[in-house]
């Protein structure tokens, strides 16, 4: 698979899914996932989209397969997030893609599309607050006095389990998807996690918003402590070219509990900008 390698960066991986017709040379969807997580968290949606878009899926610096050779305490900011983010659109060999990034992905997303309109196609956000409010994070400490004291008490795994069962999934959820989301989520490095929390908690995209020039899809849950609805407001005031929709649902990872649903829209809102047919 491949990997991008940058003299004084870190090593950056991500995975190709393409059964596009070659001919084609169809446009590409790049899909980033949120804190903690891994391009492994996007499974469920190359299906619905792989037979019409070469499917990218990267991991974020520190995180999957990408290295943790670099300092956490200076690498984790916007500038090198989205630096990353075109190396992998340079290596790909394009010049543009359709970005889709859920919760923290799509936070990077706004802020790469603000700085990089000429890169991004379509902007498509999953579950993606503008910020951290104050209330969210004093809930995600679950008992602790700080992110880093709950993140080093109960482990990337251990915190995993315990958003479960907080704001991560509805309940009737399969069991066997919790307990795969927290295997996977307990692979994460802690001073990574440790790392990657300062700056999601302090990152606000609301000054970016007027400067993305992509049409936006918004998919959010029709009920989350994290996309509330000022922060809807704020992106109806601050976008120019905004579709919303919004799906059934108390609980914030719709990529992984309503993945048809969601890909399904992302799918349609690219093929409408590039005038593909999405259907034989």
């Known amino acids: 698979m491949p990997i991008v390698s940058r003299k004084g960066k870190p090593d950056l991986y991500y995975e190709i899914d393409d059964y596009t017709d070659p001919w084609k040379n169809a446009p590409v969807i790049l899909l980033q996932h949120g804190y903690g997580r891994s391009s492994q968290f996007w499974y469920s949606w190359v299906p619905y989209l792989s037979r019409y ?28 997030y989205l630096g990353d983010i075109e190396a992998i659109i340079n290596d790909l060999g394009v010049e543009d893609v359709h970005y889709c990034g859920e919760s ?4 990077l997303g706004m802020l790469f599309a603000a700085q990089y309109p000429h890169r991004v196609r379509t902007l498509n956000l999953i579950s993606a607050p503008l910020f951290i409010n104050k209330e969210t994070v004093g809930r995600g400490n679950f008992g602790h006095d700080s992110g880093e004291a709950m993140l080093r ?13 907080a704001d991560r999934f509805p309940q009737g959820t399969d069991p066997g998807l919790m307990d795969w989301f927290s295997e996977e989520q307990g692979k994460s490095d802690v001073e990574v996690m440790i ?9 606000d995209t609301r000054p970016f918003l007027p400067k993305i020039e992509a049409p936006v899809l918004v998919i959010y849950p029709s ?5 509330t609805p000022d922060q809807e407001e704020a992106l109806r005031r601050g976008v120019r070219k905004l579709s919303f929709v919004h799906l059934p649902s108390t609980s914030h990872n719709l990529h992984c509990t309503q993945p048809a649903r969601c890909a399904t829209h992302v799918l349609h809102f690219a093929a409408q900008y590039d005038g593909i047919p999405c259907r034989e």
Do not use: P
């Open 53 to 80: 878009y070469k499917v990218v899926r990267t991991d974020l610096r520190g995180l999957g397969r990408s290295s943790k050779d670099f300092d956490l305490a200076t690498g984790f900011t916007a500038e090198e």
């Open 153 to 165: 008490k109960l482990g990337s795994r251990g915190y995993s389990l315990a958003k479960n069962t």
């Open 223 to 227: 009920h989350d402590t994290h996309t």
């Open 195 to 203: 790392a990657m929390q300062k700056f999601v908690r302090s990152a």
């Open 104 to 107: 923290t992905g799509g936070i």
